[in-house]
């Protein structure tokens, strides 16, 4: 370990330039991977192909169609006797069954055209809301005198919200929010009335957004904040700064990584940035507090110093980054893929961060040569 330390010392410091140039390289074809990031989640692609859960559900959708619901809410005065806003409801629910969108669609409308077709003379064409309101409250009043009709679940208390449910193809929270825009699309409601996506899904789309969107505040308020407290720690400016590519490169390639082979970034891998910082500013700090030691002995020579620092924390940081990345590499055999990314990817981070601190960082403090305090 320390002749490997030895070596990366004065490889850094003697070939700085190449080191940088390898190193942009690397940082460029990170970020244009990055463009090809999916930031999405879908809860069920946590699991591998062949878990049961995930079989289970492929084998519903195969024999019975989508069973994942949308739930709707129709709003009207006296929105079950209204003839003009239930006749929009059906002509809605009949395009939603006709799109790729939704395999089926429910709600009371159902039941008040089965009853007219009842009461007609039974035909399939007669399967249609009654055309005026006093043939609609007859269909009602005799609807209602059975003692088991029940409508509770599908209109509100006060009678001003009709439920309309679709059932759409399990999907990720932006295929899901993709097909509550285009069911939305399909409805013609008059002016009276007005639609709202209601239910678990629309909840469940806002919630992974806000997930991602917060961690990744989270991480860039946390990325300035250490930066310029390691500014203030060792002041030193431009010294603060050149720790920045040699920080934010590592994250740029294994975000560029998942980007290129398809792993989203979501509620799991979202968390691997903040993993990954932190563990790269643990061995960032080490390296800064030596190279500021060393610069003293060396009276201000940069090469010397940088030679030295890695020389000396080197063995220590190989093997702590060693030991984390078998770590996290365990993670691979879990039956959770998001699971087994995460793992896989912070082990890839952890070793991308060993040699930013021991290649990238000393041959940008070689090349820029910053003013460090040895007081």
């Known amino acids: 370990m320390q002749i490997w330390a030895d070596w990366l010392g004065r490889f850094a410091a003697r070939r700085s330039g190449q080191v940088l140039v390898v190193a942009l390289f690397c940082t460029l074809l990170g970020a244009w991977g990055v463009t090809r990031l999916e930031v999405d989640t879908y809860s069920i692609d946590y699991l591998r192909e062949t878990h049961e859960v995930r079989q289970q559900s492929d084998a519903i959708e195969q024999n019975f169609g989508p069973y994942t619901p949308i739930e709707f809410l129709v709003e009207a005065d006296d929105v079950l006797y209204d003839v003009e806003v239930l006749s929009a409801v059906a002509a809605w629910q009949d395009a939603m ?66 439920r309309v449910t679709a059932g759409v193809e399990m999907g990720s929270a932006q295929e899901i929010g993709v097909a509550i825009d285009a069911l939305t699309a399909l409805v013609s409601l008059p002016d009276h009335a007005t639609l709202t996506a209601s239910g678990y899904l629309p909840l469940y789309v ?32 431009r010294l603060a700064l050149l720790a920045i590519p040699a920080n934010l490169g590592p994250l740029l390639c294994i975000l560029g990584f998942m980007g290129m082979t398809g792993i989203r970034l979501d509620v799991a891998t979202v968390t691997i940035s903040a993993v990954v910082l932190g563990l790269i500013v643990d061995d960032t700090t080490q390296f800064m507090y030596r190279f500021r030691h060393e610069m003293k002995r060396a009276e201000g ?14 063995r220590a940081v190989l093997v702590t980054s060693l030991v984390l990345a078998a770590g996290f590499s365990v993670l691979v055999i879990a039956t959770v893929k998001s699971v087994a990314w995460f793992g896989v990817l912070v082990a890839m981070a952890v070793c991308m961060a060993l040699l930013a601190d021991l290649l990238v960082l000393p041959a940008l403090i070689v090349r820029f040569r910053p003013y460090v305090s040895t007081k």
């Open 97 to 162: 069954v006709a799109s790729d969108v939704a395999g089926w669609s429910r709600s009371a409308v159902d039941r008040i055209r089965r009853l007219e077709q009842v009461l007609g003379d039974g035909k399939p064409e007669s399967f249609r809301v009654p055309e005026d309101r006093e043939r609609l409250e007859q269909a009602l009043l005799l609807y209602e005198s059975d003692a088991d009709a029940d409508l509770t679940s599908l209109v509100s208390a006060d009678g001003r919200q009709l």
């Open 206 to 237: 806002k919630m992974m957004d806000f997930i991602v969107t917060s961690q990744v505040r989270s991480f860039s308020l946390a990325f300035l904040l250490i930066f310029g407290l390691l500014g203030v720690l060792f002041r030193s400016l």
């Open 301 to 314: 020579d940069h090469v010397v110093a940088v030679e030295r620092a890695v020389s000396g924390i080197g």
